[in-house]
């Protein structure tokens, strides 16, 4: 059916180093696939997204990797800020069915460490 | 930066009362959408609206909701009839072209019904 689940719940990383967000998701027919990023108390903040035609697409300090293989996405955050402490969020949609309905993923919580 | 804002940010009410929730979307935008977060849980689909009706809505998006745009600017949900389970953060969002591509969320309206 169609879900999008996250491998882990929560995720600490010290300040400098890469983070690494998994996402995995089930529908098959899923081709476009976005990271949001939620700080407490705000609505989810577009960070990169990917179509299924792309392996890989990189932004700043972001990288999007896709394996449609195994139906995995992950975001890699470069050298890692106390600022990128937040929930990350997957979601996926089918295109182009137009209407915005986003499948989001449980979300994993990323705590900085200094 | 151009915002979705919604207002109001916290909302109480008592079971069985209507309530509206608010929103202006971004000017340029012409897709728009509800989403809600019951907490600890994930960010969930509502409805999406274009073209002054609704383009797709989800089994959660029953006869108790209703959306509206009642002029340029605002874009609103309300509720007829509040149940308990309808306590949630509800966001809007919306962006220019359809499809869910780079939705802009705004900062939520925390919704209590006692």
């Known amino acids: 059916g169609e879900s999008v689940g996250l491998h882990l719940p929560t995720l600490s990383v010290q300040e400098g180093d890469n983070s690494i967000i998994n996402c995995a998701y089930s529908n098959s027919a899923s081709d476009y696939f976005i990271w949001y990023k939620q700080e407490s108390g705000k609505g989810p903040q577009f960070i990169i997204d990917i179509r299924s035609n792309m392996d890989k697409r990189q932004g700043q300090r972001v990288t999007v990797l896709l394996n449609k293989t195994v139906k995995h996405l992950s975001l890699q955050i470069a050298a890692t800020q106390p600022g990128d402490s937040a929930v990350y969020f997957c979601a996926e949609n089918i295109l182009p069915v137009l209407g915005g309905k986003l499948i989001f993923g449980q979300g994993t919580e990323l705590s900085v460490k200094p | 930066e151009p915002e979705v804002t919604q207002t109001p940010s916290h909302q109480v009410t008592q079971m069985g009362q209507e309530v509206i929730l608010r929103c202006v979307p971004i000017?340029?935008?012409?897709?728009f959408y509800w989403y809600r977060q019951i907490l600890g849980q994930k960010v969930e689909f509502l409805v999406s609206?274009?073209?002054?009706?609704?383009?797709?809505k989800s089994e959660i998006f029953d006869d108790q909701f209703s959306v509206e745009r009642p002029d340029g600017s605002n874009f609103t949900l309300k509720i007829r009839s509040t149940k308990l389970e309808d306590s949630a953060m509800y966001f809007c969002?919306?962006?220019?072209?359809?499809?869910?591509?780079?939705?802009?969320f705004g900062s939520g309206t925390q919704l209590s019904v006692l």
């Open positions: 000017s340029n935008h012409l897709y």
């Open positions: 609206f274009y073209n002054n009706e609704i383009s797709e």
């Open positions: 969002a919306s962006s220019e072209i359809g499809g869910s591509e780079k939705l802009f």
